[in-house]
């Protein structure tokens, strides 16, 4: 176990739809991750946060947007879903507060988001 | 830019066997970290090393062996007498880091398919 929180694990929806992913990062994490994984891109990085603010974007979509809370947690939106976004998505978190080593990211279990 | 490349998408041995997964990656920074996730058929991804770009000594542990080459651009993954357990896609990965604070984004290979056959 990671310590880092997905839910929900699974999604099914339609397209057209709008879908919120949720992270917890591990206890102490002040940087959130947003992957995608599918089976023609890869693992593609999408957006990073640090300590709420936006910290780097990559390839995500004008459609997809994130946000990380006070409390550190972070949502993924995803809205006018098509059946190209059906995906594996993964979120992780690095550097802690204290110790550790801030670029080792850990990583979530992910969400399993299905477009029909 | 980084780039991370693993030329080999499927390895199939018999367990007991040991096997290397590749890895080779361009980065132009000097500093950089060096990453193997493990991501079994249930799905999860699950970090096994890290390495930053100063420290070219090898690593050992239990059964995994990591090779870190500078020269060739290379950081090669053995798993020494494999299992059935050790079947998974493994991922090899490249971040440089920020300033202060935190890393960038990793970098990701596409993969290797680890197939370990009783």
């Known amino acids: 176990d990671s310590g880092v929180t997905q839910t929900p694990k699974h999604l099914i929806t339609a397209t057209g739809q709008r879908v919120t992913l949720r992270c917890s990062p591990r206890s102490g994490d002040l940087s959130v991750y947003w992957y995608q994984q599918s089976l023609d891109q890869g693992l593609q990085f999408l957006i990073q946060?640090?300590?709420?603010?936006?910290?780097a974007k990559g390839n995500i979509l004008e459609r997809f947007s994130a946000q990380q809370f006070p409390d550190l947690h972070s949502e993924l939106n995803l809205s006018s879903l098509e059946l190209g976004d059906s995906a594996l998505y993964f979120c992780a978190s690095s550097a802690p507060l204290s110790g550790g080593a801030p670029d080792t990211q850990y990583f979530g279990p992910g969400t399993r988001l299905t477009v029909l | 830019a980084q780039k991370v490349t693993q030329a080999q998408t499927e390895i199939s041995v018999v367990e007991k066997e040991d096997v290397t997964l590749d890895c080779v990656y361009e980065t132009r920074d000097t500093t950089y970290y060096l990453f193997w996730y493990k991501q079994p058929p249930s799905g999860e991804l699950v970090f096994l090393i890290r390495?930053?770009?100063?420290?070219?000594q090898n690593e050992i542990s239990g059964r995994y062996s990591w090779n870190f080459q500078k020269s060739t651009s290379s950081f090669n993954f053995t798993i020494t007498a494999s299992q059935v357990v050790d079947s998974a896609v493994y991922f090899c990965a490249l971040s440089v880091p920020w300033d202060s604070g935190s890393a960038r984004q990793l970098t990701f290979g596409s993969g290797t398919q680890l197939t370990v056959l009783p």
């Open positions: 390495r930053n770009s100063f420290d070219e």
């Open positions: 946060y640090y300590n709420g603010e936006e910290r």
